[in-house]
């Protein structure tokens, strides 16, 4: 094989592997949200955005006291840990009620799952 066509394959077999493991990647952490985006999004609708607002950035309702809403587009919830999100929406906040007794666990994870599209 002559150089150039040597380089050609390494360099085609290098590209796929970087390609492989990013789709990898995202497949992994799709599955480990287990959760469906859709219907994240109608519990979302339903029950967060009031106080995080339409689109998470949390611009919804103002209290007088207390924290403001989490902003759940900011580069910070995308670091929190799936666990960490999790207790939070099961079990409040200061300003934030535990949903714990109107969302299941699925419904739960769901929400989490569409919170994971937010984030920036």
């Known amino acids: 094989m002559n150089k150039s066509l040597r380089f050609i394959v390494l360099l085609l077999l290098f590209t796929g592997s970087i390609l492989l493991a990013s789709v990898t990647q995202a497949d992994a952490e799709s599955k480990a949200h287990g959760g469906d985006v859709a219907r994240g999004k109608t519990l979302f609708a339903r029950y967060c955005t009031g106080c995080h607002g339409p689109d998470g950035g949390g611009d919804g309702y103002r209290f007088a006291r207390g924290p403001d809403a989490a902003n759940l587009t900011s580069p910070s919830i995308k670091k929190k840990s ?27 994870r769901d929400v ?8 920036k």
């Open 82 to 108: 799936d666990a960490v999100l999790l207790k939070t929406i099961h079990e409040g906040k200061p300003n934030m009620p535990p949903w714990n007794t109107r969302l299941s666990e699925k419904e739960s």
């Open 112 to 119: 989490l799952t569409y919170v994971r599209t937010l984030a």
